[in-house]
């Protein structure tokens, strides 16, 4: 993937970012990356480096702004609103807990407006994290991802997504004592490092936009994994377009006719993965009451291999009512409510399958009396 690939129309904005920032976008992409003096946050937390980045025609520009000691960072903080007033949409990663809060915090302290309370925000690392989550994470040490249990280290989703691969980058643990020294001896040198691991940060930030929007464009044709269809999944859920969920949950379970060419990840990962897909897939198709298919679905959960009990003991249940009220099959029915029985549930829940079972032994056993047609 390259820059290229990842021009908005117009230089503006992807028409998917509305469904990625699920809030109207507006033309003119901003992308904003801070380097800061820890990752604590606070008042006490300076963004030493601020990195913005925007389309212009056919180019990628990124422009940093250095704080080179305290005493001028309300310039610094200046300079930002201005390029920020220029931008119609703001682009970040962890942006919305992290990059913002704590510079909107040093525009406070300055008594300065922030330039980015009336902007759309559009934050990736949640899309990244539905889409993308364990996509061959390795540990995280950045500040992007210190916050992000899911483990979306943005260098990794760089490496895996765009194929780059980082070569000498500096440790996120390291960049505030590289700051710090600079201000302390005025060595610029050890800076070098953390602009270019700035400047990656931002060019990789808009890559990996322009791989999720064009997902959320193409739909499942431009999916590549099963991880891919079941995150893109579940973004066209959460956006109401439950056709288009179906379709990619289809796709990530291997109920769709294209899935053969969508891997599955080895191990328990593709089992659990499965079984999220196999599930959402059911749920919609219930909804779209396309019963039958539903029913396939809880079918093969209930016999896929390291099925969390909390979705086995909900297909169970599901293909219980399937037989009885729309198979009219007691027997089976019956079969299904009785595994539901076995795995752990609320008091509520194991009361109404004891009555559940004892209606279809009614109904078992009232089948197997003779009718008076048999008797005579």
Same mark, same amino acid.
């Given at each position: =993937?390259?820059?290229?690939?990842?021009?908005?129309?117009?230089?503006?904005?992807?028409?998917?970012?509305? $469904?990625?920032?699920?809030?109207?976008?507006?033309?003119?992409?901003?992308?904003?990356?801070?380097?800061?003096?820890? $990752?604590?946050?606070?008042?006490?937390?300076?963004?030493?480096?601020?990195?913005?980045?925007?389309?212009?025609?056919?180019?990628?520009?990124?422009?940093?702004?250095?704080?080179?000691?305290?005493?001028?960072? +309300?310039? =610094?903080?200046?300079?930002?609103?201005?390029?920020?007033?220029?931008?119609?949409?703001?682009? #970040?990663?962890?942006?919305?807990?992290?990059?913002?809060?704590?510079?909107?915090?040093?525009?406070?302290?300055?008594?300065?407006?922030?330039?980015?309370?009336?902007?759309?925000?559009?934050? =990736?690392?949640?899309?990244?994290?539905?889409?993308?989550?364990?996509?061959?994470?390795?540990?995280?040490?950045?500040?992007?991802? =210190?916050?992000?249990?899911?483990?979306?280290?943005?260098?990794?989703?760089?490496?895996?997504?765009?194929?780059?691969?980082?070569?000498?980058?500096?440790?996120?643990?390291?960049?505030?004592?590289?700051?710090?020294?600079?201000?302390?001896?005025?060595?610029?040198?050890?800076?070098?490092?953390?602009?270019?691991?700035?400047?990656?940060?931002?060019?990789?930030?808009?890559?990996?936009?322009?791989?999720?929007? /064009?997902?959320?464009?193409?739909?499942?044709?431009?999916?590549?994994?099963?991880?891919?269809?079941?995150?893109?999944?579940?973004?066209?859920?959460?956006?109401?377009?439950?056709?288009?969920?179906? &379709?990619?949950?289809?796709?990530?379970?291997?109920?769709?006719?294209?899935?053969?060419?969508?891997? $599955?990840?080895?191990?328990?990962?593709?089992? /659990?993965?499965?079984?999220?897909?196999?599930?959402?897939?059911?749920?919609?198709?219930?909804?779209? &009451?396309?019963?039958?298919?539903?029913?396939?679905?809880?079918?093969?959960?209930?016999?896929?291999?390291?099925?969390?009990?909390?979705?086995?003991?909900?297909?169970?249940?599901?293909?219980?009512?399937?037989?009885?009220?729309? +198979?009219?099959?007691?027997?089976?029915?019956?079969?299904?409510?009785?595994?539901?029985? /076995?795995?752990?549930?609320?008091?509520?829940?194991?009361?109404?399958?004891?009555?559940?079972?004892?209606?279809?032994?009614?109904?078992?056993?009232?089948?197997?009396?003779? #009718?008076?047609? /048999?008797?005579?």
């Amino acid at each position: =993937m390259t820059v290229a690939d990842g021009l908005p129309p117009s230089a503006g904005a992807w028409p998917a970012l509305d $469904l990625l920032a699920r809030t109207p976008c507006r033309d003119g992409l901003l992308f904003i990356d801070l380097e800061t003096t820890g $990752l604590a946050g606070g008042a006490g937390t300076y963004a030493f480096l601020v990195g913005c980045a925007w389309f212009d025609g056919g180019s990628f520009r990124i422009r940093q702004y250095l704080m080179s000691n305290p005493m001028v960072e +309300r310039a =610094m903080l200046g300079a930002v609103a201005e390029l920020a007033g220029e931008a119609g949409t703001v682009v #970040t990663y962890n942006g919305k807990t992290f990059d913002l809060p704590l510079i909107e915090t040093r525009y406070l302290f300055h008594r300065l407006e922030t330039p980015f309370a009336g902007l759309p925000h559009v934050d =990736m690392l949640h899309p990244a994290r539905r889409l993308w989550r364990g996509h061959g994470v390795d540990g995280a040490d950045d500040s992007a991802t =210190m916050f992000d249990a899911g483990g979306c280290r943005l260098s990794t989703l760089e490496r895996t997504l765009c194929g780059f691969e980082r070569e000498g980058d500096v440790p996120g643990f390291e960049i505030p004592s590289r700051y710090f020294r600079y201000v302390r001896t005025g060595d610029a040198r050890p800076l070098e490092g953390v602009l270019e691991h700035n400047r990656l940060d931002l060019l990789s930030l808009a890559l990996l936009t322009a791989r999720a929007a /064009q997902l959320v464009e193409e739909g499942p044709p431009a999916v590549r994994t099963a991880r891919e269809a079941v995150g893109l999944g579940r973004l066209y859920q959460l956006a109401g377009r439950l056709d288009e969920a179906r &379709r990619c949950f289809g796709l990530g379970c291997g109920i769709s006719a294209s899935a053969p060419g969508v891997p $599955l990840p080895a191990g328990g990962d593709g089992a /659990q993965l499965r079984a999220e897909a196999l599930s959402s897939y059911a749920r919609l198709s219930r909804r779209a &009451r396309f019963f039958d298919d539903a029913a396939a679905a809880w079918s093969c959960l209930v016999t896929l291999p390291g099925c969390p009990p909390p979705i086995l003991r909900e297909a169970a249940e599901a293909l219980a009512v399937h037989h009885e009220h729309r +198979r009219r099959d007691p027997l089976s029915a019956r079969s299904f409510a009785l595994q539901s029985l /076995q795995l752990p549930l609320s008091a509520s829940r194991r009361e109404a399958l004891h009555h559940r079972v004892a209606r279809l032994e009614r109904k078992l056993a009232d089948a197997s009396l003779p #009718t008076s047609a /048999q008797l005579f």
